[in-house]
């Protein structure tokens, strides 16, 4: 599977125009450690070991001194690990064919 580059800006914009309207995002725009436990299905432990050990990208930000990555970084990661995401909650993924 690879990450539709199309379908991850239409959920950009739509992301965006969620921020300026009044009322709570539906999907936020980043993620953080829980988030990738269940996008990657792996062991509650596993992305901290994976932080611990530099194994994700610097995060991109903190929210509540936890750390967030873009939705877009942790795509990015998975691409260039060759790791499978399992939960696809942004719905960009494509076959590989098709990208």
Do not use: C
Not at 35 to 42: R, S, W
Not at 59 to 78: C, H, L, R
């Amino acid at each position: 599977m690879k990450v539709s580059q199309a379908k991850l800006k239409v959920v950009a914009r739509q992301v965006s125009a969620q921020l300026t309207s009044p009322g709570p995002l539906i999907l936020p725009p980043v993620v953080g450690l829980k988030e990738i436990v269940k996008m990657f299905g792996v062991k509650d432990n596993t992305p901290y070991q994976w932080r611990s050990k530099g194994v994700l990208p610097k995060e991109d930000g903190e929210v509540s001194n936890n750390p967030v990555w873009k939705v877009t970084t942790i795509y990015a990661f998975a691409e260039e690990t060759k790791r499978t995401i399992v939960w696809d909650p942004w719905d960009v993924l494509v076959e590989d064919e098709a990208a």
